[in-house]
Structures are given as C-alpha cells and as structure tokens.
C-alpha cells in the first residue's frame, strides 16, 4: 500500500510535446520531493515543495504543490529524449519519505 | 564528498535463506533508510535509522532487520527469505535535524537480490 498515487503509470511520447505527471494522496505532507530514476542506479532528488500552493521551476521541468499539501504536479516542456526515465513524487508525513507509484516516461526522437 | 555506496550490487539467494545488504552512507548524514523497490514501481520505505535507533518503520515484517553502526553506516538483514522478497534494495543517508523538513535522500545505486 503506498500513500502517494502517480498517474499516469506509464507515458510515451514524441521529442517537443509537453506532459504533464500528477501525485496525489489524502494525506497532508510537511514536504514533497520529486525524483527521477535512471535504469541501474538510484533515484536523484530533482526538486523539494514546502509550501501549499508553492510553484517551482528547474529549466524545462515546473513544479506545483496543492494548496492543501495533499498533491503536486510535474510539468514538462518540450520533452527531450534526456529526459527519458522512473519520475517518482516523495512524501513526508513526519521525518520519513514514502515514495509514490511511479510514472514511467519515454521521449521518442 | 562520497556518495552513498552499497554492496554486494547482485546477489541470488534461494528461499529460507537469509541475507545481509550493506550501505555506507554518504559523509556528514546522520540518518539512513532502505526501501524495496519492486520492477518499475515506486519504491517501498522498509525502514529508517538515526543515531543507530529505528526511527520509523514500513509495512515490513519483522523478518526483515536493520542496523546503523556508529559511523553511520548500515546493514539490512533478512532473514527466511522468500521469493517475493526478489527486487532492488536501496540505501538513502539523508541529514535529519535541518527542521525535519525536505532533508534530501541521497541514493546509493541498490542491491539486485534475486530469491530461487
């Protein structure tokens, strides 16, 4: 059983679209994290939400935390081929981090 | 700076057997946690060390163990092993007194254990 669904599960899409992954739970979060995880290695922290309603950008990649604290979105912009990979939300009820479903993305060229 | 490391990188147990997974953390982390992670899912928190106590615990059963060694780094022991047990095994070091708030897990690349 895992607090955090991620939707959609799996996405496959062509070089310059746009996507958008959702995180969403009934539990309210001290903080949320995403991640991206690569074949073979471990996830790697891409960006941590704090604060309800807290929008926050990293070059093509946007993120949004609920005004509630209860969900986020991961925006993507013009998906390159780089960006090929497990995107996972993490959210922490206290000290601990519990990891969503997962959305797994592959950018066609 | 080190990263986070663990070991063995593969392994194959066959059931009933137990297992022992290690991690060092990565320097200046105070706090460890491993999760399962099952083939394209999520990751699963099994559970969290701080100053070698269990500072938190999964849906695990008990079977499944843990230590933090006074340099911080850890082990995961599990014992009876079973064939649903067969998935990445990762090690996170984290820094925990920055508020409790949004410490950043810094990842080790997992051990692949494979039960027959």
């Known amino acids: 059983t895992q607090l955090l669904e991620q939707s959609p599960q799996f996405l496959s899409i062509q070089e310059g679209e746009n996507l958008t992954v959702y995180c969403n739970s009934s539990s309210v979060f001290s903080s949320l994290q995403w991640y991206r995880q690569e074949p073979g290695e471990g996830p790697v922290l891409l960006v941590t939400v704090v604060t309800g309603g807290e929008v926050k950008k990293l070059k093509r990649l946007t993120f949004q935390f609920g005004d509630a604290r209860k969900d986020s979105s991961l925006h993507i912009t013009a998906a390159q081929p780089g960006d090929t990979g497990l995107y996972l939300c993490a959210g922490a009820p206290g000290n601990q981090f519990y990891f969503g479903t997962g959305t797994s993305l592959t950018v066609i060229p | 700076e080190t990263g986070v490391t663990q070991s063995p990188t593969h392994l194959i147990k066959t059931r009933g057997q137990q297992v022992t997974l290690r991690c060092s953390s990565q320097s200046g982390h105070n706090t460890v946690s491993w999760y399962q992670q099952a083939l394209g899912q999520g990751p699963q928190f099994i559970f969290q060390y ?29 014992n009876a092993l079973e064939l649903d047990d067969s998935a990445l095994y990762l090690c996170a070091s984290s820094l925990l007194g920055m508020g409790g708030l949004g410490s950043p897990l810094h990842f080790g690349n997992g051990t692949r254990l494979t039960v027959t």
């Open chain 2, 50 to 78: 701080y100053r070698e106590e269990e500072n938190g615990r999964g849906n695990f059963p008990p079977r499944f163990s843990g230590l933090q060694f006074p340099n911080y780094s850890s082990e995961l022991n599990v």
